[in-house]
Each structure stands twice: as structure tokens, then as C-alpha cells.
């Protein structure tokens, strides 16, 4: 019994109430109608309950918070309606906000959000909310509280400012989220952030270690009568593009673009959604923020393109961060055209979730990649209280396809089957996971396999985690992010905090990781083990400070600069030590900054100084201004000797409204020997609707002396303008 309790501490609680089942708001339709004006003293809210007197949660989470927030909610038979008055604390000033763009970070801004957990399996939602200027943010909640913020969909909102308070109303239409039909119950809860006072706050009471978007701690929303069925939901969202491109660098002639395409969303039932789409184009997605590598492996760089986006953690979580059986970035990037596509995805009921997605890219001649179809099936199951048991199927296949004079094609087909178990108990208190895959290929006798799993218990005070992870040397991912194979891993973490009840210091405390690989044949091959302390103040400064020692006994040759020199031999043994600062400034102050170091040990008995700065103005709310340097200054034995890195990236966004952004993106890569200037401008004309211009410049940043035949400083290597429409359109 004990140890079925360890593994499953979620299953003592399977009938358990919900942790805060008494707080409770019942939803009534409402009386008259709702003009969303940021007015919340309409006649539509007279009759509408009222919650108030919020739990603090930062800077402590044991009192009721100061600064008071009321929130009433309403629907009729097109939308879910929510007002809210933010009334000031005791300190008085102007509001902290970012900017007017969308999707602002959340510990930037005095804002207001909610969550809504539309089948109450404090697993899976929807979060809306608004800055204090009116700038809005939504996003998807998936594993009990995490959001994607790039998930994007219709709704309103407006804010009204006065001298004691900021008023603010969202009406979000039933089309835009998914929940059961019949279903009187749903999750809910609210969350207030103001700066002035560094006061985080929730309607239900939820403990410091966890972020107020837990669905386990949130409250019920009870409706007087089932909601209304959003009726036929068909979203059209036709897209028009013009541009211009040119590679410089080849000397080739200028390309232009003329391309259309289609997504369409086609809701099977209120919770059940199948999405298409045929030619997208993705030219508008915000660029990958670089980074200096000098990892033996490859980097991970998230998802961005919106079709991969709603419910995809059912696809992308699958398994571990390094450890992922599907990968949506695998498809159509690199010059690879996708051709269409299709994904039927949500919930068919409580307990069950689905997920079905095939795509279909073309053939690129001139790099030898023939025409490949990917395919992923994904199953979950709810049990106990919050856990799920899943299982997914993932199958590349590549067409018959080999050009002459190119190389072969890679294999015909890879396939990957997997099971995991994903714990989460009633209180967030425990969470772990199990997880087996196996994978398949064309022309191998025997397929490789992963088995991994975790157990963590985290708590106010403490945290514990430990990890093992297996991956077989055979073991193939083709459509999946898994950068080492033939390892055994052991990863160990434990961590205090001490909470002062008084004093500038608002928590502290130390953090001991220790990470262990081990060949296939199970000869240490790696270890980093470090020790950590952190102190938060109670202004929301935060320092932390750590010590490391490594190990690494190379399992392949590896050059330590990344930048195709002369390669450290397999078998090499390299061991240092090293320390490393990290500090953040309070949030709310206009102007941010930070800085971190990083000082020891390298490979072949080197050296490595890592010396990293951000700085952040903003002119609110208009304009915010960011920058970003990273150098790093490697000492090493010939025939590496000194080396030296910049990475520079200033950032500046101008938001004239917020429907209306301008953002400038300049990264400087010494490392890639590479400039890159990204501008783009979006104007939301309608809800989910958009125009967007966008240039992107690539540029040789070094300088070559005068006569040679070759590009000079800063001389252009490629360049494009595109021009695009998007409409979003509900049948």
C-alpha cells in the first residue's frame, strides 16, 4: 500500500472533493444587454453576483489581499461576459504597463486575468485578461496550469481609468471555446496583479509555489441553467500575400511572391474541433531570439505557428523536453512548403481527450528532400483526480523520391508508439510521470526504445524531484526533438525555502541539482552537479548565485568553440569547475535591467567567461524599448587559442494602439557571423483579423580588406518585403 501511495498519491483522492470547492460564483443570464464600453456600472451587472475580498498569494499567501477587486459575470446566448473594478491600494501612482501589445508578460503589468476550466478536470482551459491600459491576453492552460500565449481567437474587451480604480469588461463568444454540452459546472477563478503594492491575488486562496492559473485551487461557476450551445461554428480565415525577396549572397535575381491559402475551423459539437488548412504561410511569426551555442547538442527553439498551436500540448508534451517523440517544427520549415493539412483535436467527453493530425508537405528538388506525409494519433485518459494515462502514434512518410546526382532520400518511413503515465495530485502537491516509446524505420532490424520517468513533491517550503531517463542508441525520432540517444541518465534536485514573515528579504533559499549520464554499456560519461541559493526581495529584485563542477568524457568529436575548427577526440576526459551570478530588477520600475556571469573551467583545460546584460525602457504605454548583449571569451590551447563572441539584440515595439504594433528586432550574431534586422507591422483591423508588412535583412558583418573579391562590411546577403491579409471569418 505505501508504495502504490507513492507512485499514485492522486489516487486516494479520486472521489475527493475539489480543494476549493466552496468558493462558488453562480452565473445568471443576464437582464438586459451588455456594451462592452469598460463601463462596469451597467444596468446588465445590477443582478449579477459579485465576488470579492481576494486571497493574497505574493508577497505572502497566509492574509487577504489589500488592494480589493470585484468581479461579476453574466452570458447571454452568444457570449460569456465578465466585469471588473481594480480599485488602488494604499500606494498611489501611475499604472505599470508594458505596452499596448498583445500577449504582454504577465509580471510586467498591472493586469487582471481569469481561467476558465470549461469541463472541470483541472487539467486543460482558457485564460483571458487584460493590462491596465486596455492591451489584451489569452492563451490556452494545459497540464493543470500552464498557458500558450501564441494561441489567439475572437473576443473584446475595453478598460475605463479613473482616479481610484480601472473598470474593465470582456465578453468572450461561446464560438471561441470549447466546452460539453449540458455541462452546468465549470472551474473558474480570478487573479489580480498590482504593482504599486507587488501584490499578486486570487479570488480562491492558492499557495506561493504555485502560479494563480492552478486549476487545481480554482473556485466553481455554477450556471442557473446550462450554457447555450454556441450553435454552427465554421470559421473561414482566408490569408493574401505579396512579396519581394533576394539572395544576394548567390547573386541570384529578385523573386516575387504572389500566394493565398485557407484555414478553416469547423467546430464537431462544442468541445470537439477540426481544423484545415491548405498553403499556409507563416511569414508574419515572430523570429527565434538567437543564442551563442556551445552545446555538444542540438538547440530547441519553440513552436510559434498558430494552425500547431490549439490543444497542441496533447502532441508537444508528449514525453520529456529532451525526449519528444513529435516535434510540429520537423514540418514545413527550411525552404519545405507545406501543402495541407488537417487536425481533429479536443475533448470527447470529460475524461477522454483526442488528437488526430496529418500533413502533407512537397518535394524540394534542389536540396534533395522528397514530398513526406506526417501523421500523429494521440489518446488520453483521465484517472484518479487530475492524472491522465496517454498514448501516441507518430508516422513520416517519405514518397518514393531520389533525383539524380543528389544524395538518397532519408528513410522511406520512421514511426514512433508510446505510452506515459502523467501523475498530478489533487493538491499539485505531487506530480511525476512514466513514459515508454518505440520506434520504427525503414531498413533497421531493430527499432530502438525509451523508458523514463520522475516523481516531485513540491511544496512551500520544499522541492524534490528525482529523474531517470533511458534512451536506446537504435532509438530514432525523426519527427521529434530527442538531441541525444545511447544514454543513461539520473537527475536529482532538492530545494529549501525560507519565507521571513518581515524584512526586506521576502524568500531565500538553496537548490542542489546533480545530473548524471552514463553510456549504454553504463560507464559514467557525464555529470554536472551544482549548488544554488536565490533571494527574492520583497521589491521583486532577485539574486541568485551558483557553483558547479562538471565532468564530460566525450562520446564523439566535438569542436568547443561550434565553430568548425579542429574537433576534440572521442574518449577525451575534460573536467572544471565554475560559478555563475544571475539578477533581476523589480518589474515595476520603467526602467528594468539585469545581468549575469559565468566564470571557470572549460573543455581541454580552458577557460570561459560568459558576461550577459539586459536593459529595458518603457514610455508608457506607447513605446518599450529592450536590449539584450551576451559575450563570452573563450581561452584555450592551440590550435583553438582565444576566441570571442558577441551576441547583441535590441528590441524596440511601438504599439500606437492596441490594434495597432510596429516592432523592430536587430540581432547581431558573431558566433554565425551573421546581422539580422526583423521589422514588422501589424494592424488588427477586426478581432482575430489582420494586416501585417514585414522585412527581413540578412547581413555579412565583417570587414574585408579592399581589393579581395568578395562582400564587404555589411554588405547584404539576402532581403525580403511581404505583404499580407488575413480575415477571419465565422459562417
Request: charge should be neutral.
Amino acid at each position: 500500500m505505501a508504495l502504490w501511495a507513492c507512485l499514485f498519491p492522486g489516487a486516494r483522492n479520486a472521489a475527493a472533493d475539489k480543494q476549493n470547492e466552496e468558493y462558488q460564483l453562480h452565473i445568471h443570464r443576464a437582464t438586459s444587454p451588455v456594451v462592452i464600453d469598460g463601463n462596469a456600472h451597467e444596468r446588465a451587472w445590477d443582478s449579477a453576483e459579485v465576488v470579492s475580498d481576494f486571497w493574497m498569494v505574493l508577497p505572502m499567501d497566509t492574509d487577504r489581499a489589500k488592494v480589493r477587486t470585484d468581479v461579476r459575470m453574466t452570458y447571454d446566448d452568444r457570449a460569456l461576459y465578465l466585469s471588473a473594478i481594480c480599485y488602488h491600494g494604499d500606494v498611489q501612482g501611475p499604472y505599470m504597463v508594458e505596452s499596448l501589445k498583445r500577449d504582454w508578460a504577465f509580471g510586467n503589468n498591472d493586469n487582471f486575468i481569469f481561467f476558465l476550466d470549461t469541463f472541470d478536470d483541472q487539467t486543460n482551459g482558457f485564460t483571458f485578461g487584460v493590462n491596465a491600459e486596455g492591451a489584451q491576453w489569452d492563451g490556452l492552460l494545459y497540464e493543470g496550469g500552464k498557458a500558450n500565449l501564441s494561441w489567439d481567437n475572437k473576443w473584446t474587451s475595453a478598460v475605463k481609468k479613473y482616479a481610484d480604480r480601472y473598470e474593465l469588461e470582456i465578453a468572450i463568444p461561446f464560438k471561441s471555446i470549447r466546452y460539453k454540452k449540458g455541462i452546468a459546472r465549470w472551474g473558474v477563478n480570478f487573479s489580480r496583479l498590482d504593482l504599486k503594492t507587488t501584490e499578486k491575488s486570487s479570488w480562491t486562496p492558492i499557495p506561493r509555489n504555485f502560479p494563480t492559473a492552478s486549476l487545481a485551487h480554482a473556485g466553481v461557476l455554477l450556471w442557473d441553467e446550462p450554457p447555450p450551445s454556441p450553435g454552427p461554428n465554421v470559421s473561414l480565415i482566408p490569408y493574401a500575400l505579396g512579396g519581394v525577396s533576394r539572395d544576394h549572397a548567390a547573386g541570384t535575381p529578385a523573386l516575387t511572391r504572389r500566394d493565398i491559402g485557407l484555414d478553416a475551423k469547423v467546430a464537431l459539437g462544442p468541445a470537439l474541433n477540426l481544423d484545415l488548412t491548405v498553403n499556409p504561410d507563416f511569414s508574419q511569426v515572430d523570429v527565434d531570439q538567437q543564442v551563442t551555442n556551445l552545446d555538444r547538442y542540438e538547440l530547441f527553439f519553440p513552436e510559434k505557428r498558430q494552425f500547431f498551436l490549439e490543444n497542441g500540448d496533447q502532441f508537444a508534451n508528449f514525453g520529456y523536453a529532451t525526449i519528444r517523440p513529435f516535434f510540429s517544427r520537423r514540418i514545413g520549415l527550411g525552404g519545405v512548403p507545406i501543402r495541407f493539412g488537417t487536425r481533429l483535436s479536443g475533448k470527447l467527453n470529460k475524461d477522454w481527450r483526442l488528437g488526430v493530425m496529418d500533413m502533407q508537405t512537397g518535394a524540394v528538388d534542389e536540396q534533395g528532400l522528397p514530398a513526406e506525409n506526417f501523421s500523429v494519433f494521440a489518446l488520453q485518459r483521465r484517472v484518479f483526480s487530475r492524472s491522465n494515462i496517454g498514448v501516441m502514434l507518430v508516422d513520416k512518410e517519405s514518397f518514393n523520391y531520389q533525383p539524380a546526382g543528389l544524395p538518397a532520400a532519408r528513410s522511406r518511413y520512421n514511426r514512433n508508439l508510446g505510452a506515459e503515465y502523467n501523475l498530478a495530485s489533487s493538491t499539485n502537491l505531487w506530480t511525476g510521470k512514466l513514459l515508454y516509446l518505440k520506434s520504427f524505420s525503414s531498413g533497421s532490424q531493430d527499432g530502438g526504445s525509451v523508458y523514463a520517468g520522475h516523481l516531485q513533491y513540491s511544496s512551500r517550503r520544499w522541492t524534490l524531484n528525482g529523474q531517470m531517463e533511458n534512451v536506446d542508441p537504435n532509438y530514432s525520432a525523426e519527427v521529434g526533438y530527442v538531441p541525444r540517444r545511447g544514454y543513461r541518465r539520473v537527475l536529482t534536485t532538492i530545494g529549501h525555502t525560507f519565507l521571513p514573515e518581515g524584512g526586506a528579504i521576502l524568500s531565500h533559499g538553496p537548490t542542489l541539482t546533480s545530473s548524471n549520464f552514463f553510456d549504454w554499456s553504463g560507464k559514467l560519461s557525464d555529470y554536472e552537479t551544482s549548488l544554488g541559493y536565490t533571494v527574492t526581495l520583497r521589491n521583486l529584485d532577485v539574486f541568485s548565485a551558483t557553483a558547479s563542477a562538471d565532468y564530460v568524457r566525450l562520446l564523439q568529436p566535438f569542436d568547443p568553440t561550434n565553430t568548425g575548427r579542429e574537433k576534440l577526440g572521442t574518449g577525451s576526459i575534460h573536467r572544471w569547475k565554475s560559478w555563475s551570478t544571475k539578477f533581476d530588477s523589480k518589474p515595476q520600475s520603467v526602467f528594468r535591467y539585469g545581468f549575469s556571469t559565468q566564470y571557470g573551467g572549460y573543455y581541454a583545460d580552458g577557460t570561459r567567461l560568459n558576461l550577459t546584460g539586459t536593459l529595458g525602457y518603457r514610455f508608457q504605454p506607447f513605446v518599450s524599448l529592450a536590449g539584450s548583449a551576451s559575450y563570452n571569451d573563450l581561452r584555450l590551447r592551440e590550435p583553438w587559442g582565444h576566441t570571442k563572441f558577441w551576441l547583441v539584440g535590441p528590441r524596440f515595439d511601438v504599439t500606437l494602439t492596441n490594434t495597432l504594433y510596429f516592432t523592430t528586432f536587430v540581432q547581431y550574431n558573431e558566433q554565425q557571423r551573421n546581422l539580422n534586422i526583423n521589422s514588422r507591422v501589424q494592424w488588427r483591423y477586426k478581432p482575430a483579423s489582420d494586416m501585417f508588412l514585414v522585412w527581413t535583412d540578412n547581413y555579412m558583418p565583417e570587414y574585408l580588406q579592399p581589393g579581395q573579391n568578395v562582400p564587404g562590411l555589411f554588405s547584404v546577403k539576402n532581403r525580403a518585403l511581404v505583404l499580407k491579409w488575413t480575415y477571419w471569418w465565422n459562417l
